[in-house]
């Protein structure tokens, strides 16, 4: 799977965006508040429950594999000393329960972007954040979204073809420069190309976006959203 908006009917695909941005930060900012294993397992079920109702399930996440490797070392690495005890139970558990925050996180970015169009994405930025800031905020964002996927290809296609010639007989340092040079390069041409065509197409700052309207199903998601930030500013209040 990959990080790209998917077609289709779910109770997310027909929220507003903004409703769906506002869930967002509000968990973010309660999961990184609450971080005991009782706090985080409540979570989890808003998390589980946000990816559902978009229509997807664990193979949305196959897209966010690359960070993977890092929450699972992070605990190790974290609990390591240089000297007796040589490892702290309490630092892994620390940074274990941290990784899964994150995880956690990217669950429900997962479902945001598999139910919101990226020109959604854009005109909630923009009806968000007025003039030229939310211009180019709204047009940064929707780039993000549109060539993340395929930057991500690129750096496929340097490795298949680095395997192609016998790469995955070279040191790994050797194959992973080869990989990341080619797929830097590729990063920089698809920019050129970019850039020539935002220019031939007379590329707006304020183009004509979507319209955006609350309906009776943004009012529960409203209501989640600002909970969650209330909830995260009184632990906030409260560890101070």
């Given amino acids: ?48 429950g946000s990816l559902w109702i978009a229509g997807g399930g664990a193979g949305d996440l196959w897209g966010y594999r690359f960070a993977f490797p890092f929450l699972l070392v992070a605990p190790a690495v974290a609990g390591l000393t240089l000297g007796d005890p040589w490892f702290r139970v309490d630092d892994a558990v620390e940074t274990t329960l941290a990784s899964y925050r994150v995880l956690l996180i990217l669950v429900v970015s997962a479902a945001y972007v598999r139910s919101t169009p ?4 854009r005109a909630a930025i923009q009806h968000t954040i007025p003039g030229k800031p939310g211009q180019f905020l709204g047009a940064g964002v929707a780039l993000v979204f549109r ?16 395997r192609a010639r016998v790469g995955d007989e070279r040191p790994v340092r050797e194959r992973m420069r080869t990989v990341a040079i080619g797929g830097i390069n590729r990063a920089f041409g698809r ?28 009012l529960p998601v409203l209501g ?17």
């Fill in 1 to 48: 799977m990959t990080l790209a908006y998917v077609p289709g009917s779910s109770l997310a695909h027909r929220l507003d965006p903004r409703s769906k941005l506002l869930v967002q930060v509000g968990f973010a900012a309660a999961a990184y508040a609450y971080t005991t294993p009782r706090e985080l397992a409540a979570l989890t079920l808003l998390a589980v």
């Fill in 118 to 121: 990226v020109r959604d994405s």
């Fill in 147 to 162: 060539f993340l996927p395929l930057l991500k290809r690129d750096l496929i296609a340097a490795r298949d073809a680095s």
């Fill in 191 to 218: 920019a050129d190309r970019l850039g020539t065509a935002l220019n031939a197409r007379c590329f707006a700052w304020n183009p004509t976006l979507p319209r955006l309207a609350f309906s009776r199903s943004d």
């Fill in 224 to 240: 989640v959203g600002v909970g969650l930030l209330v909830l995260a500013a009184l632990a906030a209040r409260g560890g101070a």
